[in-house]
């Protein structure tokens, strides 16, 4: 069953958006993954730094911008995620068409808002 998020371009930075939605996650009790330029840990979630070949991913939550997704196009896809989100300042058309492609459903929206409104 999938159930894990794939936060890709996770920051050890505590002011990151992404180093704060790995926190408000692990409150919803939802299974994380991280991958970031950085390795290390927040909150006990290990970032990682090289594409793991996970094979449980539900959402890929992404926060990075398009110019650095190009190197993880090959490689969102083949992790079948059933969603991507496109937090603000990542969305990328190129990126869309890919997943529309591969029926891989995709969301310009921020994960932390659809974490605090109940809609995750």
């Known amino acids: 069953m999938k159930n894990v998020t794939l936060v890709l371009g996770a920051s050890i930075n505590p002011d990151r958006y992404s180093?704060?939605?790995i926190k408000r996650l692990l409150e919803k009790e939802i299974q994380i993954a991280a991958i970031g330029i950085t390795k290390g840990t927040v909150s006990g979630v290990v970032i990682e730094t090289e594409m793991k070949d996970y094979k449980n991913i539900e959402t890929?939550?992404?926060?990075?911008?398009?110019?650095?997704?190009?190197?993880?196009y090959d490689y969102i896809i083949n992790l079948n995620p059933s969603r991507v989100i496109f937090n603000p300042g990542t969305e990328?058309?190129?990126l869309v068409k890919l997943l529309q492609a591969n029926n891989i459903e995709h969301e310009i929206a921020c994960t932390l808002v659809l974490l605090s409104t109940n809609q995750y």
Do not use: A, D, M
């Open 92 to 94: 990328n058309k190129e």
């Open 60 to 72: 890929v939550s992404l926060y990075l911008n398009p110019k650095r997704q190009k190197l993880y």
């Open 19 to 21: 180093n704060i939605v």
